[in-house]
């Protein structure tokens, strides 16, 4: 069965740029959807389709996926940031990743 | 503004049947745009696709849930609901609902505030 995966966790410092992969065998081929979950907070979706943005998500969210990683990027992250952050892809099912602690140092 | 609620008893016996239920306010769960789903998450763990229907009653089911599982809809009330039967802690979860957009390469844009299931005698 297919599986995504993601690195536990990130630290990036506040006002750099923070990188959040999510791994699969190709799947540069499938759609990649992520999202942001706080402490005590239900997901948001933050990207969709690999790239787009939902209406009321900063420009400094930014998306890409190529051969067998799916990045997601936020620059000029904040304290607001901090969060667990999830990819999601359709293969016959429904999938996520494990997901990834961001902390802002 | 589109808004998902979910409710049900917070804490269920092992053995018996869990049941929620999501009710759609701010947009109809007719919309032949949509399909609408369940996700769970154990405390301190990640997120776990349970299912998703559409409103015309089509289902499709995370296979390590199908046996146990039925999701159907009510569209006269604007309602989803979600049943797993034969519970045990390890069921134990948030249980948040969610609007699916794109059925042949879904994402969820709409998430209920979710609620706590407890599984204990």
């Known amino acids: 069965s297919y599986v995504l995966t993601q690195p536990p966790s990130v630290s990036v410092a506040p006002g750099q740029t923070a990188r959040i992969t999510c791994g699969g065998d190709?799947?540069?081929?499938?759609?990649v959807h992520w999202y942001q979950q706080k402490p005590g907070q239900a997901p948001v979706l933050v990207i969709y389709?690999?790239?787009d943005r939902p209406s009321g998500i900063p420009e400094r969210f930014s998306g890409s996926n190529s051969g067998n990683t799916a990045t997601l990027t936020i620059s000029r992250v904040a304290a607001g940031d901090e969060a667990d952050y999830y990819c999601?892809?359709?293969?016959?099912?429904?999938?996520f990743g494990g997901g990834t602690k961001l902390t802002v140092l | 503004q589109l808004q998902l609620q979910e409710s049900g008893p917070g804490l269920v016996k092992p053995s018996e049947t869990l049941s929620l239920t999501c009710t759609v306010s701010?947009?109809?769960?007719?919309?032949?745009?949509?399909?609408w789903g369940w996700i769970r998450q154990p405390p301190g763990k990640g997120l776990e696709w349970i299912g998703i229907?559409?409103?015309?009653?089509?289902?499709h089911y995370n296979p390590s849930l199908k046996s146990r599982l039925t999701i159907s809809v009510d569209t006269s009330k604007n309602q989803f609901s979600l049943k797993l039967s034969s519970v045990t802690a390890a069921d134990t979860a948030v249980y948040y609902c969610?609007?699916?957009?794109?059925?042949?390469?879904?994402?969820?844009?709409?998430w209920g505030q979710g609620t706590l299931v407890t599984v204990s005698s």
């Open positions: 999601q892809v359709w293969d016959i099912n429904v999938l």
């Open positions: 229907i559409y409103y015309s009653g089509s289902t």
């Open positions: 389709y690999d790239s």
């Open positions: 190709s799947i540069g081929s499938k759609s």
């Open positions: 969610a609007r699916v957009s794109d059925q042949l390469l879904p994402y969820f844009d709409h």
């Open positions: 701010g947009g109809s769960i007719s919309s032949s745009s949509y399909y």
